[in-house]
Structures are given as C-alpha cells and as structure tokens.
C-alpha cells in the first residue's frame, strides 16, 4: 500500500500560477504512470496530466492545460509536481494525485486526498 500526500494548492487570481506536489510514502520509480486528476463540483473526475518514469519521462497532457501546465517527477524524493501558470477560472477543481502500479502481477491503483485549487477571475 502507499501513501499519496497533496500539498501547494490554495486560492490564486486568473493569471497566476500553482505548484502542487505529491509525496508517496516509497519509492515511486516503478510507480508508472503517475498523475494528476482533478474534478470540479458536479463534474467527473478527469486526467490533468500523466508522467513515466521509463522513456524519458514520457509526459501526456489533457488539451486544456496543454502549453499551460508542466508535471515532472523526482524519483529521488518520491514527488510528483504540477506547475500550473496561467491559469483559468475553469481550473478550479479539488486536484487529485494517481499512481499505479503492478506488484506480482496484481495492479493497484492509489489516490491521494485532494487539494483545492480555486482561481479567481
């Protein structure tokens, strides 16, 4: 089991910028993909963006945030960041930190709590 811990959201005018973190309780290197989601009241939940670990941290983006928003990972701290610069009222959400990964054949799936992102016009 591990242990997936949001931080850095917050409240932010249209226009600024986020970076939230994501700190697994192990190592995270054969934690593949990690990613971010995020769900605004009354919606899905949705993909933000997903990174690998293998591949040269190959990165895949929703085309809302595509140009505006970068994740990346440190292996080494077992993080996961979400830049996030110019941003939307429409990013307003509760983001949610994924990992996934497969341990003797078995896929496990874990989310973090959540933090909130509120951006202001």
């Known amino acids: 089991q591990v242990q997936l811990v949001e931080s850095g959201g917050g409240l932010v005018q249209a226009g600024g910028s986020l970076t939230l973190s994501c700190t697994a309780s192990?190592?995270?290197?054969?934690?593949?993909?990690m990613a971010w989601y995020r769900q605004a009241p009354g919606n899905q939940r949705e993909l933000v963006a997903s990174?690998?670990?293998?591949?040269?941290?190959?990165?895949n983006y929703a085309d809302s945030v595509k140009g505006r928003f970068t994740i990346s990972r440190d292996n080494a701290k077992n993080t996961v960041y979400l830049q996030m610069n110019s941003l939307k009222p429409e990013d307003t959400a509760v983001y949610y930190c994924?990992?996934?990964?497969?341990?003797?054949?078995?896929?496990?799936?874990?989310w973090g709590q959540g933090t909130q992102v509120t951006v202001s016009s």
């Open positions: 990174i690998r670990s293998s591949g040269g941290s190959s990165t």
């Open positions: 994924n990992g996934n990964e497969v341990v003797v054949g078995v896929r496990y799936t874990y």
């Open positions: 192990k190592m995270i290197f054969n934690i593949n993909p």
